[in-house]
């Protein structure tokens, strides 16, 4: 169970089991309970049926082990297995489909407000594969642990992150990286990203290290500015009144 600390807006500060938060999530295949992947722009039906069996294998799973919210592109069924996950006991979820998320900012904000403002404020939300200039953002709209999987994909392909954005070293040859060395490199970028979101959070400012990394990303900017515009209760109720 997650126990949060303090708020700069949405985004949580708080301690999962030993672990400060917002941060990186080390996890395995073996750490998930087994669920019914499904793409994400599927029909109803699909998605109905990946979260009905994801439910039932959950019931036989370990809560301590991490759930997977499912539903596709259909935010109530998003829901619907938030809560059944949640009444079965588990406190830490990850959230299927991120990349998909990240490319459409309107259903990443539907999905992402909802999903916070329904589940317990105790219960965790994990983003396993993200862009690093996206986190702020992501943090700010209350989730909590980020994967290494981006790290380790990206330094595959020769390519570099940082929190600003990413740069393929074949055609910016910033570094004479190897595989391994551009894995730390890019791993390093991103905890270092996390320790400045908490560090900002600390400090309430948060907002503003959004906004500056939201100009290095247009699905980022084009969500900043739709939550802004449409969901302006959602910010409103985490902000103290003086």
């Excluded at 109803?44 to 439910?55: G, H």
């Excluded at 200039?133 to 994967?147: E, K, Q, S, T």
């Amino acid at each position: 169970m997650l126990e949060i600390k303090l708020h700069d807006g949405p985004a949580r500060q708080g301690k999962y089991q030993a672990t400060e938060t917002p941060n990186i999530l080390q996890f395995t295949q073996e750490s998930v309970v087994p669920d019914e992947p499904m793409p994400y722009d599927v029909p109803r039906e699909m998605a109905e049926w990946s979260v009905k069996n994801t439910i039932e294998n959950a019931q036989k799973g370990d809560v301590n082990q991490i759930a997977v919210l499912h539903g596709a592109k259909y935010q109530d069924l998003r829901l619907e297995c938030a809560s059944a996950l949640e009444e079965l006991g588990y406190r830490l979820f990850l959230v299927a489909n991120p990349e998909e998320l990240i490319r459409k900012p309107q259903d990443l904000l539907k999905i992402i407000t909802s999903l916070r403002e329904n589940m317990s404020p105790n219960s965790a939300l994990f983003f396993p594969f993200v862009e690093l200039n996206f986190i702020p953002l992501l943090v700010y709209l209350g989730v909590d642990f980020f994967g290494d999987s981006s790290a380790d994909f990206y330094a595959e392909i020769g390519v570099m992150t940082t929190p600003h954005g990413n740069y393929n070293l074949q055609q910016y040859p910033i570094y004479d990286f190897t595989t391994e060395e551009l894995k730390k490199y890019n791993r390093d970028s991103l905890d270092f990203v996390l320790r400045e979101v908490r560090t900002h959070i600390q400090n309430g400012t948060l907002r503003n290290l959004v906004e500056e990394r939201c100009c290095s990303s247009p699905e980022a900017m084009s969500a900043l500015r739709i939550l802004d515009r449409d969901y302006e209760d959602f910010v409103d109720s985490y902000t103290p009144l003086y």
